[in-house]
C-alpha cells in the first residue's frame, strides 16, 4: 500500500498566490528580480480567461488569440525566468507574523517575507445546465471582453443591478439590439443609470421574467434564443437572440483571507488608493481580487506588475525582515484606506 509523502515546507522571497495573469505577472517581474518567487496556482490555473474563447483586447496580438493559450504562455514565460509553480490551493494563512505563513490542501507549508494575493474574483453564473454548455458560444459574463462578437446581432443581458445596466448600455456601441431581462418589476441600478438605459432606443427591458434555458443551435452550436418564464403570466416564450450576457455580479476569490487583511463589505480587498499595499505590511494584492471596476486581463496583468515592484521595494527596504511586532506601528497610514478604493 503506498503511502501519503509527508508534508513539505517551502521558503520564499515573494509567495504569489493565485495563477491568472496578475499572478503570472507578478511571477515574472519577481523572478527577474531575482526574488526566486513561488507561484501557488490554486484551483483552476489561468482564471477565468480558461474558459475564455475568442480574445481580441490583449495588447501584442494581431490576430484572435485564446484565452487558455494566453495562460499557457504566460506561466511558460514565468517559468523561463525563474518562477516556480506549484499546484496547490491555500486553506489557512497566518499575516500575524514574519515569515508570513501559508498552508495548502495538499498539507505543504509556504512561508515568505513577503505575499502577493492574486486569487481573483468569480463571474456569478445562474447555473444552468444549458448555461455551462454554452459558454463562449453565445454565453459570457463580460460585455467588454465578447461585445465585439455580436456587433450587427440581437443580445440579451440577464440581471438589473449597476452591473447589468452598464454591460447592457457598454453593448449598444456593438448590437443591434439589447434586450434586458430582470426577474422584478423595477431595477436596483442607480437612477442616473436607469435613466440612460430607458433613453437608448437599442434597449428594451422584459420585466418579471427569468431564464430557464439558453438555447443553442446550429454547427457549430451557438446561441439560438432563450426560453423565459413570465412569474406574473406563468406562461412561457422563446425569445430569439444571438448571444446571452450574464450580468448578476461577481465575488472575489477572498474566504481564505477574511480576518487577515482588510476587506469591503463585499469582499475585494481594500489597496491604498495607486498601490497594491494591503492594511499589512508586506501583504499586496493584485487583479481582479481588488478590482471590481475594470476586471480585464490587461488591467490585471498591470497590478500584478506594480505588486512584485512594491514588493520588491519592501523587501530591499526590510533585508533583515526585524521584528513583526515593530512594524505593526507603521500601519497607522493604510488604516485610512477609503472603503471605495479597489
Not at 493559450?69 to 509553480?85: F, I
Not at 505593526?328 to 488604516?335: E, S, T, V, Y
Request: proline letters at 5%.
Amino acid at each position: 500500500m503506498s503511502q501519503t509523502p509527508p508534508p513539505h515546507s517551502l521558503h520564499t522571497s515573494v509567495l504569489i498566490i493565485g495563477a491568472g495573469p496578475a499572478g503570472y505577472t507578478a511571477a515574472i517581474y519577481a523572478a527577474r528580480a531575482s526574488l526566486s518567487p513561488i507561484l501557488v496556482a490554486g484551483p483552476q490555473p489561468g482564471g477565468q480567461l480558461m474558459i475564455t474563447t475568442d480574445v481580441e483586447n490583449y495588447p501584442g496580438f494581431a490576430d484572435v488569440i485564446q484565452g487558455p493559450w494566453l495562460m499557457e504562455q504566460m506561466e511558460a514565460q514565468a517559468t523561463h525566468v525563474g518562477a516556480r509553480v506549484v499546484h496547490d490551493l491555500i486553506t489557512e494563512v497566518d499575516f500575524s507574523r514574519r515569515p508570513f505563513t501559508c498552508r495548502g490542501d495538499s498539507g505543504d507549508v509556504y512561508t515568505a517575507n513577503a505575499v502577493i494575493i492574486a486569487t481573483g474574483a468569480q463571474a456569478r453564473w445562474l447555473g444552468l445546465d444549458s448555461e455551462r454548455h454554452l459558454q463562449g458560444r453565445g454565453v459570457s459574463a463580460c460585455a467588454t471582453c465578447d461585445g465585439f462578437f455580436f456587433r450587427g446581432k440581437t443580445v440579451a443581458v440577464i440581471g438589473g443591478g449597476n452591473t447589468a445596466v452598464e454591460e447592457a448600455l457598454f453593448l449598444t456601441h456593438h448590437a443591434d439590439r439589447v434586450i434586458l431581462v430582470h426577474r422584478r418589476d423595477a431595477l436596483r441600478a442607480e437612477k442616473i443609470l436607469q435613466a440612460r438605459l430607458f433613453a437608448h432606443p437599442k434597449i428594451e427591458v422584459i420585466w418579471n421574467s427569468t431564464l430557464e434555458e439558453i438555447v443553442g443551435g446550429g454547427a457549430p452550436e451557438t446561441v439560438v434564443g432563450l426560453r423565459l418564464h413570465d412569474l406574473r403570466s406563468d406562461t412561457r416564450r422563446l425569445l430569439p437572440v444571438d448571444g446571452v450576457f450574464i450580468a448578476i455580479g461577481h465575488t472575489p476569490t477572498t474566504m481564505v483571507f477574511a480576518g487577515h487583511v482588510d476587506m469591503d463589505a463585499e469582499g475585494y480587498i481594500r489597496t491604498l488608493p495607486g498601490s497594491t499595499r494591503t492594511t499589512v505590511h508586506g501583504v499586496f494584492a493584485a487583479g481582479d481580487v481588488q478590482d471590481k471596476v475594470f476586471r480585464q486581463a490587461v488591467t490585471a496583468a498591470g497590478t500584478g506588475c506594480m505588486a512584485a515592484l512594491e514588493a520588491e521595494k519592501f523587501l530591499a527596504e526590510h533585508p533583515g525582515m526585524g521584528s513583526f511586532a515593530a512594524e505593526q506601528g507603521k500601519i497607522g497610514a493604510l488604516d485610512q484606506i477609503p472603503s471605495h478604493s479597489s
